[in-house]
């Protein structure tokens, strides 16, 4: 059995988590890592600082390639992890998965967040604006979209918690799922503490430059001041 990871990102250490790598490796389970960021118009000028070469990790320069590797899957062995956004650019991916009746599965961590903490009516205000530009975002491009939309339904969706609904997608379809910090959470939960009383650790050395944030040009602080103060 074979998987394969196509994303609009490179591969950096923490993808290696967040697709349970290892763990499919440790059960002898082939691994790639198909990465179209120097394909895509909304990827492509995108400032990664971490990425991480390995020998499973495939680069491709154009959609021809791509699609001439794609050609090549034995769609009875193989199953797809795709991390991409369903846009106009991206039907024809989508369009071609299908027609090579290629069985595919969609991680979705942040379709059901959940709140761990109370936040205060600036921070609530500045995360409604940003969720509801994207939404909007989102409803002009489902409008272009929709006679397209059959093509972005995967064979299962795996989403955060117990939330049993996701567009189109039949329940039987969607399937729980723990983030993967969850789960290194709980394997380290009865460490000791560090310094005797409860703390916390915040490290989120993507923050400053986030490629979400870059996607929706999005201002943030410089990575210098950030990681200074």
């Known amino acids: 059995m074979k998987i394969i990871i196509i994303e609009h990102e490179p591969f950096n250490d923490r993808k290696n988590d967040h697709y349970y790598i290892q763990k499919f490796k440790d059960r002898s389970i082939s691994i790639e890592y198909w990465d179209l960021s120097k394909v895509l118009n909304y990827s492509k000028n995108i400032n990664y600082n971490n990425e991480k070469p390995e020998n499973y990790v495939l680069k491709f320069d154009n959609l021809n390639q791509f699609y001439g590797s794609l050609n090549e899957i034995d769609n009875l062995s193989t199953i797809l992890i795709v991390e991409l956004f369903f846009k106009l650019q991206t039907v024809e991916i989508f369009k071609k998965i299908k027609d090579l009746k290629i069985k595919w599965v969609r991680l979705d961590f942040y379709y059901n967040p959940t709140n761990i903490f109370e936040p205060s009516k600036k921070i609530n205000d500045i995360i409604f604006k940003l969720l509801e530009i994207k939404k909007i975002k989102e409803r002009y491009n489902n409008f272009l979209l929709k006679k ?20 189109l997608v039949p329940k039987e379809n969607i399937i729980g799922l723990d983030y ?11 460490i ?7 703390y916390i650790v915040f490290l989120d050395i993507m923050l400053p430059n986030h490629p979400d944030l870059q996607r929706s040009n999005l201002s943030s602080v410089k990575a210098s001041t950030y990681f200074k103060k």
């Open 148 to 167: 397209w939309q059959h093509l972005n339904l995967p064979n299962r969706v795996f989403v955060t918690g117990n939330l049993k609904n996701y567009p």
């Open 180 to 190: 993967f910090d969850i789960k290194t959470y709980e394997e380290k939960k009865g």
């Open 192 to 198: 000791s503490s560090l310094i005797g009383k409860k």
